[in-house]
C-alpha cells in the first residue's frame, strides 16, 4: 500500500512539474520550424535547401554555442511544396512559439501572411512571396530580403544593358519572357513591361504551364520571334526542359538568363553539354571555396552532423538554405544584442530584429560569408532591403559568377511597389504604420 | 504557314511520345480491367534505373537497355503478384485506391533508393535540330516515334499471333469463359503487368533522356488519361491515335491560342475535346463496346 501511494505520488509530482520543465527547456532555446519539401516533385530542389538550412543551423549552435548563447531548435515540417500541407505544418507549430517562419514556397507564404500579425511571427520569404509585402509600412510582420521577384527583374535588364553596350542600347532589341503560369511567374510581368516602355524593347510574355514538361509549341513561338535575350521564369522540371529546348533549338545559351529559381545544378542536367553558357540571376554566390564552408566541415561534418554528403556543398541550392538560415540567426542575434537578451526574444523583439537588420561586410567576414553574399540593411519601410543581384553562369561543371553586383532600378520598381502595398493591404483591412515613431 | 507545319509536325511526334506511355496503361487495362495509375511512375522508376546504370558506367547503353526491360518485366511480375492479385474480385474502387497508393510508394521508394537529386540519361541522340523543309524537328521526337510505332506493330504481332496474346484477348473478351478452356488467368495477369514494365521501360528511357531524371517524370503519367480516353481504353492502336490527337491539339492550341489568353489552353483543349469525343462515341475511336444483357 505504501509503494502503491508512494508511486502515485511520484506520478503526480511528474505530471504536476512536465509543464514547468518544459517551459524551462523553452526558454533556453530557441525554436525555429522549418518547412521543407523532402518529397514530392520538388524534392531536387527542396532536399539541398532543407540540407543547407540545417547545417547552417548546425553550425550556429556548434561554433558558436547558439545565438548569443541560446541554442536553436530545429524541427523539419514536410510540406511536399503544397499550401494546404504547408499551412497545416504552421498551424502545428505556432504553438511552440517560434520567432519566425521561413514558407519556402510563395503559395504558402500568401497564406501566412494574414496570419502572421495575428499570431506575431515574423514570416521571411527570402527572394519570393508577396514583392508588394517589402513595404515594411504595411507588412510590418513580413519580410522578404535581400530582394524582390521586382527588383530581379530590373536587375536583369541592367544586366543585358551592361551586355548590348548601355541603356540606350535597349531601344529595338527582342526580350522574351518564358514564365510559370502561375502567380510567382508572372510576377516580373509588370515590370518588364514598364522597363520595355521606357527603354523601348520589345518585350513578349510566353506562359508555360505547369508543370511544363512539353514546351514544344512555346519554343517554335520563340524561334519565330528570334529574341535577342531570353529571360527565364522556371521551376522545377519546366526548366530543365527550357535549357534543354532552347539548346536543341541552337539559341545562343549566353543570351538566356533564367530568375535565381531557374539556375540550380538540377535545371542544367538533362541539357548536359548543351547547358553550357546557361546564365541565371542570384543574391549569393555558389561553390565551397567559402570559409563557412571550412567552419561547416570542422566543427559538423568532421562530428558527422552533416546533413548531407561533403561533396555535394556548394551546390546552389544548399548555399542559399545557409544564406536564409544565416539571415534569420544575423536578425535574431540583432534583436537579442539589442534587448541584452541571453533568452529568446520575444515575438517583437524578433520583428525588431529583422527590421534593423544590418548586415555589415565585417560581419560577413566573421561568420565566414565575405564574398558570398553583400552586405545589406533592412529598415522599417524597406522589408527587402537595399540587396543587389548578380548574374551566375554555368560552365559545364558547375556556376559562376560572371558579373559584378548589380543594383536594382528602384525609381521604377519601388513607387509600383508602393501602390501594390496599398492595394493588398487595403484587401486585408491593413492600416499604415509611420515609421518615424519606430525606434 | 511555315509555323504551322512546325506545330503540326512536333505535335504529332510529342504525341507519339504520350502514346509511349499511354500503351503500357491499355495493356494492363486491356487484360485485367485495372486502371492503373501508376503507369508515369513506372515510367520514372525505369529511368531511374536506367540513369542509375548508365552512371554507374559499369556497362553500355546496348546492354542496359535488356537489363532495364527484365528488371522491370520483374518489377512488374512482383507488383501483380504482392499486390493486385489479392485485389481479384474486389471493387474497382479499391483497386484504383491502390494504384493510386502504389504511385506514391514507388515515388517515395525511388526518393529513398537514388535520392532526388536530377539524374542525366544520356543517350546517343544528337542534340541539335534536323531542318526538314523549314521545320525543326527534334531526333529524340524522332526516336519515341520509331520506339511508339515499333511498339505498336510488336504489340499488334503479339495480340494476333503469339498464344499468350491469343490468351491476353481472350480473357479481356470473357474471364470467366477463358478459366473454363483453361486458360491460366492469373498468368495473363502477370504477364500484361510484365509487358507494361517493358513498356514503362522505353517511355522512362525516352522521357528520362528529354526531361532529365526525377520524381518529376511520374507526372507524364498525367497526360495518359485524355489519351487513352480519347482513342478507347483497351486499344493499343487507340493509344497511339489518341496521343497523336493530343499531341497536334495542344500544340495547334499552345501556338495560335496561348498568346491571347496569355496561356493555359493547352492544358483543357485536350479535355475539351475528349468530351466532345464521348458524346459522340462513349468508348473511344477505338474502345470496345461492351453490350451486356441485364
Redesign the interface.
Known amino acids: 500500500m505504501k509503494v502503491r501511494g508512494f508511486l502515485i505520488g511520484l506520478l503526480a509530482m511528474t505530471v504536476a512539474a512536465w509543464p514547468v520543465a518544459g517551459a524551462w527547456a523553452q526558454d533556453k532555446t530557441i525554436f525555429i520550424p522549418l518547412f521543407v519539401y523532402r518529397t514530392g516533385p520538388y524534392a531536387p530542389s527542396g532536399i539541398p535547401n532543407a540540407n543547407g538550412f540545417q547545417d547552417y543551423f548546425n553550425l550556429v549552435n556548434e561554433r558558436d554555442g547558439g545565438v548569443n548563447g541560446v541554442k536553436l531548435v530545429i524541427e523539419e515540417c514536410e510540406t511536399q511544396y503544397k499550401t494546404d500541407l504547408g499551412v497545416e505544418c504552421y498551424e502545428r507549430l505556432k504553438g511552440k512559439k517560434p520567432p519566425l517562419v521561413n514558407p519556402y514556397s510563395t503559395g504558402i507564404t500568401y497564406q501566412l501572411i494574414p496570419k502572421a500579425p495575428v499570431d506575431k511571427i515574423v514570416v521571411h520569404s527570402m527572394g519570393y512571396g508577396m514583392t508588394a509585402s517589402a513595404d515594411g509600412r504595411w507588412f510590418p510582420w513580413v519580410f522578404n530580403f535581400p530582394m524582390t521577384y521586382w527588383s530581379q527583374a530590373s536587375a536583369f535588364v541592367k544586366y543585358v544593358a551592361s551586355q548590348e553596350g548601355g541603356m540606350d542600347k535597349l531601344k529595338g532589341k527582342k526580350i522574351v519572357h518564358i514564365f510559370h503560369n502561375s502567380p510567382y511567374g508572372k510576377e516580373a510581368n509588370p515590370t518588364l513591361e514598364t522597363l520595355a516602355k521606357q527603354h523601348g524593347f520589345e518585350l513578349t510574355l510566353l506562359a508555360v504551364d505547369h508543370p511544363g514538361q512539353e514546351q514544344g509549341a512555346t519554343w517554335l513561338q520563340v524561334r519565330r520571334i528570334n529574341p535577342d535575350w531570353i529571360y527565364l521564369s522556371g521551376w522545377g522540371v519546366m526548366n530543365q526542359v527550357a535549357v534543354k529546348e532552347a539548346a536543341s533549338k541552337g539559341f545562343k545559351m549566353d543570351h538566356m538568363v533564367g530568375n535565381w529559381w531557374s539556375g540550380s545544378e538540377s535545371d542544367v542536367v538533362a541539357a548536359a553539354d548543351g547547358a553550357r553558357g546557361f546564365k541565371s540571376m542570384t543574391f549569393h554566390a555558389p561553390g565551397a571555396g567559402f570559409k563557412v564552408h571550412q567552419d561547416l566541415v570542422k566543427h559538423v561534418y568532421d562530428k558527422g552532423k552533416g546533413a548531407t554528403k561533403k561533396d555535394l556543398l556548394g551546390e546552389v541550392y544548399h548555399n542559399r538554405g545557409m544564406i536564409n538560415a544565416m539571415l534569420n540567426v544575423e536578425a535574431l542575434r540583432t534583436a537579442m544584442l539589442k534587448f541584452k537578451l541571453k533568452t529568446p526574444p520575444a515575438s517583437e523583439q524578433a520583428r525588431w530584429g529583422f527590421e534593423n537588420l544590418n548586415l555589415t561586410e565585417q560581419r560577413l567576414e566573421q561568420i565566414g560569408m565575405k564574398g558570398m553574399m553583400r552586405p545589406l540593411k533592412v529598415t522599417c519601410e524597406n522589408h527587402e532591403s537595399n540587396g543587389m543581384a548578380a548574374v551566375q553562369q554555368w560552365d559545364g561543371k558547375q556556376w559562376k559568377i560572371v558579373s559584378d553586383w548589380i543594383e536594382p532600378i528602384r525609381d521604377v520598381v519601388r513607387p509600383k511597389l508602393e501602390a501594390a502595398a496599398v492595394e493588398e493591404a487595403k484587401k486585408l483591412g491593413y492600416t499604415v504604420r509611420d515609421c518615424s515613431k519606430e525606434k | 504557314m511555315e509555323?504551322f507545319f512546325?506545330?503540326t509536325v512536333?505535335?504529332l511526334l510529342?504525341g507519339l511520345m504520350y502514346a509511349l506511355v499511354a500503351v503500357g496503361f491499355v495493356l494492363i487495362y486491356k487484360a485485367t480491367s485495372v486502371i492503373n495509375f501508376a503507369q508515369g511512375d513506372l515510367v520514372m522508376f525505369a529511368a531511374y534505373g536506367a540513369a542509375v546504370m548508365l552512371g554507374l558506367g559499369w556497362m553500355p547503353l546496348w546492354a542496359v537497355i535488356p537489363v532495364l526491360a527484365t528488371g522491370m518485366v520483374a518489377l512488374g511480375f512482383v507488383l501483380e503478384r504482392g499486390i493486385l492479385r489479392p485485389l481479384i474480385g474486389q471493387p474497382v474502387i479499391s483497386v484504383i485506391m491502390v494504384t493510386i497508393g502504389l504511385a506514391f510508394v514507388l515515388?517515395?521508394l525511388a526518393?529513398i533508393l537514388w535520392?532526388?537529386?536530377?539524374?542525366?540519361l544520356?543517350l546517343p541522340v544528337r542534340?541539335?535540330?534536323y531542318v526538314v523543309g523549314g521545320v525543326?524537328i527534334?531526333p529524340i521526337n524522332v526516336v519515341a516515334a520509331v520506339t511508339a510505332i515499333l511498339s505498336l506493330v510488336a504489340f499488334g504481332l503479339f495480340f494476333t499471333r503469339s498464344r499468350f496474346g491469343i490468351a491476353m484477348r481472350a480473357v479481356a473478351d470473357d474471364q470467366q469463359a477463358s478459366m473454363t478452356v483453361g486458360i491460366n488467368v492469373r498468368r495473363v495477369f502477370a504477364l500484361s503487368w510484365a509487358i507494361a514494365g517493358i513498356a514503362a521501360a522505353a517511355g522512362g528511357l525516352i522521357w528520362g533522356?528529354?526531361?532529365?531524371v526525377?520524381?518529376?517524370?511520374?507526372?507524364?503519367g498525367l497526360?495518359v488519361f485524355p489519351v487513352v480516353i480519347l482513342g478507347g481504353l483497351d486499344s493499343i492502336l487507340g493509344a497511339i491515335v489518341g496521343g497523336l490527337i493530343v499531341g497536334l491539339v495542344?500544340?495547334?492550341?499552345?501556338?495560335y491560342l496561348?498568346?491571347y489568353v496569355?496561356?493555359?489552353t493547352?492544358?483543357f483543349v485536350p479535355y475539351v475535346l475528349m468530351i466532345l469525343v464521348l458524346f459522340v462515341r462513349p468508348h473511344g475511336f477505338f474502345g470496345r463496346e461492351i453490350i451486356e444483357r441485364v
Open positions: 509555323f512546325d506545330l512536333n505535335g510529342v515515388q517515395g526518393a535520392k532526388a537529386g536530377t539524374r542525366e544520356p542534340v541539335e535540330p525543326f527534334s533522356n528529354m526531361l532529365g526525377d520524381t518529376f517524370l511520374a507526372l507524364v497526360k495542344e500544340s495547334i492550341a499552345a501556338g496561348d498568346p496569355g496561356g493555359g493547352k492544358d
